[in-house]
């Protein structure tokens, strides 16, 4: 409840987006990879984060205990925003917001000069909750801006980051994960400096089924499988997916998994 002409967040009115069933994740099948020893740092060591399911339908383990993406999962808030100080990106800690540990709001663009948002005007972003990130969501995506930027892009285009539970942001058992912790975020378009865009509708070309990586026919999949590799996200879901994932690529950082599904 809102106090007595105080503005709230519910009273923007956001366009309708893609609030399709929350995703399930099956624990890894593989076995290949052996229990990582936490007590014993491996970056040194190097080797890949993560190797691909052949199938693209299962999530794997994580094959280094220096992964970004758990690295950034395991932050608490504090740790967080002031990594974020640190770096320099623009932020503003938001309202209390159920379900999530960190929420916060961007003020301009990632390092690698990269901004991300929905297509509301500017004056109802500042007030709609589908702008709201966890702090650990916009780390990662702070690391993946700086990718982007090399490759011309300035600007990615989402459909929402936060939806509470009740807007399919996740089911109760992801309760402050996934959409619903604000750690996930639709993108379905990313804008380049010249002009031109990259349209996950119309310029991903997958089929439902098809594995995501490690091959990559076209710039969009390179996008996706260079951040796998990475491991700048949990899960990347593509078009490749399902036919609810048809126009957009789900990024989320997802606390105490030890796996990655890219697909």
């Known amino acids: 409840m809102c106090a007595v002409g105080a503005t709230c967040e519910t009273e923007v009115r956001e366009p309708a987006t893609v ?51 758990e690295h950034y999962a395991a932050m608490d808030m504090a740790t967080c925003e002031a990594e974020l100080t640190k770096r320099k990106v623009p932020f503003a800690v938001a309202d209390p917001t159920q379900g999530v540990l960190a929420p916060v709001r961007l003020r301009g663009a990632l390092t690698g000069g990269v901004t991300i948002h929905s297509l509301l005007p500017a004056s109802q972003r500042e007030k709609a909750a589908m702008e709201i990130f966890d702090c650990r969501l916009v780390l990662a995506l702070d690391d993946f801006s700086n990718a982007l930027s090399k ?26 994960k996934q959409h619903c912790g604000a750690l996930a975020v639709d993108i379905a378009e990313f804008r380049r400096k010249d002009g031109s865009t990259l349209n996950v509708q119309r310029d991903f070309h ?37 036919a609810q994932h048809f126009n957009h690529v789900h990024v989320e950082v997802t606390p105490d998994a030890g796996w990655m599904l890219v697909h």
């Open 19 to 69: 609030a399709h069933a929350p995703v399930e994740v099956a624990p890894p099948v593989r076995t290949a990879a052996p229990p990582l020893d936490t007590a014993v740092p491996i970056a040194a060591e190097g080797g890949p984060f993560w190797e691909p399911d052949p199938t693209g339908q299962h999530a794997v383990a994580i094959l280094r205990n220096d992964a970004p993406n």
């Open 151 to 176: 490759r011309g892009v300035t600007e990615m285009i989402h459909l929402s980051a936060y939806r509470s539970r009740a807007n399919n942001g996740c089911t109760p058992k992801y309760d402050g």
């Open 206 to 242: 997958g089929k439902i089924g098809q594995p995501t990586c490690p091959q990559r026919p076209n710039e969009l999949w390179s996008i996706v499988c260079d951040a796998a590799d990475r491991a700048t996200f949990n899960v990347m879901l593509t078009p490749n997916y399902n």
